[in-house]
């Protein structure tokens, strides 16, 4: 079933979540599944933090630019994009949309690597649909 909401906010808060991102992208998962079709305020306000740290979490990988193709900080990037994609239609409020924008134009200029940067597009593109059908509402 689905988690309470104060049971996702104490994972949330774990301490492992800033040593491993995989445990992030884990709790991304979680998260959706818990969310699902659900309007709660505080599980969604707990997948919108979730988010909020993937795109801190790309901004801190972005301070050491240089990377190839295939190494481990490539695919740790397509994964934290992968996982953004799949939590991002269920948790940004609609007072968000702009900032996360910004956010995601942001990682897009700094990302030189053409798989990320097609992920980082695919987010923009859902926030920009999600805008869409929040101002037709």
Not at 8 to 23: G, I, K, V
Request: aromatic fraction near 6%; charged fraction near 20%.
């Amino acid at each position: 079933g689905l988690l309470p909401a104060a049971r996702m906010q104490e994972l949330y808060a774990a301490p492992e979540l800033d040593s491993d991102p995989r445990f992030l992208r884990a709790k991304v998962l979680s998260v959706v599944q818990a969310v699902g079709g659900s309007s709660h305020p505080a599980r969604r306000a707990v997948a919108w933090e979730l988010l909020q740290a993937l795109v801190a979490q790309n901004a801190q990988m972005d301070e050491h630019k240089n990377y190839h193709i295939h190494t481990a900080k490539h695919l740790q990037k397509q994964r934290l994009w992968q996982a953004a994609l799949f939590l991002l239609p269920a948790c940004v409020p609609p007072a968000e949309t702009v900032a996360l924008a910004h956010q995601l134009l942001a990682a897009l200029a700094c990302e030189n690597q053409p798989s990320v940067r097609c992920a980082i597009e695919w987010c923009l593109a859902l926030l920009v649909m999600q805008r869409q059908q929040d101002e037709a509402a």
